[in-house]
């Protein structure tokens, strides 16, 4: 059971929406959760976690066709990468993320075309700073980032302020950052659609240059451990008090 299963699940939702789940489908992605981890906590499932070049740990739950699952950390128990870009990005698929613990905001992001003349490095007065749009080229264990003729101004648009239970969506294309709290941990469940033809894009310093980004692939025991996590946070939240 994967993306077909937990879209049936989760159900429609809005083009950016952001809603709280219903009980009894909080109750069938927890229990999804839990079923899936067992096996990666247990080794009986050989997956590898990859820390993500935007500071998140990734488990790759899923990858069939256009579609996939992933359960995404932000611990501070676990190694993160360094991000070599700002936190803004627009995904070449469809997001629909469920917030399995933590908190987290996801902020759609307003960006437009940079006025003639700016000076590369400048900001504006209204704190609308200047980027490169970055083409993200992703292989199989690296990102290759390929700076564009593009340049952007870019400021925080509608906040959205995501809790355990939480469900939003994020359309292909649209440019948005996720940040969680610092010294907490949050992990969400995150269903992807490629949307042929749409754009993977960071946004960079106005003088960023092409580079490699290479996502590191964690070892059996990294990914035991990292599967515990959230387990124990699921199981915890199950138990009565």
Known sequence: MGYRHLSEIVGPLQPG?????????RTAVTDWAVDALRGIADGIRPLRAVQHPLGFTCLPVERAGRDGVCVHLWSPRIDRATPTTSPVHAHCWELTSYALFGQLDNRVMEVGDAREGVIPWASLADGRGLYRVLDVRTQKEADELVPTVRFVHCWPGQRQAVRAGDVYSVPAGVFHATDVPADT???????GRLVPG?????????????????????????????????LRHLTAAACPA
Do not use: F, K, M, W
């Open 17 to 25: 929406g952001h809603e709280q789940a219903a009980a009894v489908t």
């Open 185 to 191: 941990e949050a992990a969400t469940v995150a269903l």
């Open 198 to 230: 749409a754009p993977d894009y960071s946004l960079g310093p106005p003088g960023a240059g092409p580079h490699q980004v290479r996502r590191r692939l964690c070892d059996a025991d990294q990914t035991a451990a990292i599967a515990r996590i959230i």
